[in-house]
Nanobody, 119 residues
């Protein structure tokens, strides 16, 4: 089992920045990749980006590309989502997730952290 815990959410003005953290514990050696997702009120959960656990390759969706950056600290078993130039439409609950294979589904989820961007 893998346990995930997000932190770092909060209220920020448009144009501001936040950094979310996702600390993994348990069988972290089994992790292949970590992903970030978000769910805005009344909307479906959407994929934001991912990072390979070992190689560190990253990918972000077009909506956040150039503003959000995903990184990791393997020594701390922690993944980060650096969010810059935040917009009101970025307001959502942000979740991190982990999967054990490149083509598998995300099996482990954190509890989520609220990000609110005021205009």
């Amino acid at each position: 089992q893998v346990q995930l815990a997000e932190s770092g959410g909060g209220l920020v003005q448009a144009g501001g920045s936040l950094r979310l953290s996702c600390a993994a514990s348990g069988r972290t050696f089994s992790i292949n990749a970590m992903g970030w997702f978000r769910q805005a009120p009344g909307k479906d959960r959407e994929f934001v980006g991912r990072i390979d656990w070992s190689g560190g390759n990253t990918y972000c969706v077009d909506a956040v590309k150039g503003r959000f950056t995903i990184s990791r600290d393997n020594a701390k078993s922690t993944v980060y989502l650096q969010m810059n130039k935040l917009k009101p439409e970025d307001t959502a609950v942000y979740y991190c997730a982990a999967k054990r294979s490149d083509y598998g589904r995300y099996e482990y989820w954190g509890q989520g952290t609220q990000v609110t961007v005021s205009s």
